[in-house]
């Protein structure tokens, strides 16, 4: 089970922490990948960011140098700090996780997914 929190409403140019946080036998039994993506109206699911287990991490173009990802193995929890933000930003964020360790930026290889948080930019 994957539990995405952290959303709310940010003017442009703000900042919000997302956490994502892992549980169940799943999750203990792998050494799992993280995803980030996000879903607005009418637009299909982005990929934003990714994180190994071991901390190895990729970013796509629309978000480098604004968002960066880590986690907390210990305690089964992913973060995305997200700076900088854009009214473009604005969208569904949901958490991925995969049973293999590395990353990857397509959603299908995203075996468990989060309900979702609501990040609102304003102006």
């Known amino acids: 089970q994957l539990q995405a929190s952290g959303g709310g409403l940010v003017q442009t140019g703000g900042s919000l922490r997302l956490s994502c946080a892992a549980s169940g036998r799943t999750f203990s039994n792998y050494n799992y990948a993280m995803g980030w993506f996000r879903q607005a109206p009418g637009k299909e699911r982005a990929f934003l960011a990714a994180i190994s287990w071991s901390g190895r991490s990729t970013y796509a173009d629309s978000v480098k140098g604004r968002f960066t990802v880590s986690r907390d193995n210990a305690k089964n929890t992913v973060y995305l700090q997200m700076n900088s933000l854009k009214l473009e930003d604005t969208a569904v964020y949901l958490c991925?996780?995969?049973?293999?360790?590395?990353?990857?930026?397509?959603?299908?290889?995203?075996?468990?997914w989060g309900q979702g948080t609501q990040v609102t930019v304003s102006s």
């Open positions: 991925a996780g995969r049973r293999v360790s590395e990353v990857s930026n397509w959603r299908y290889d995203y075996d468990y």
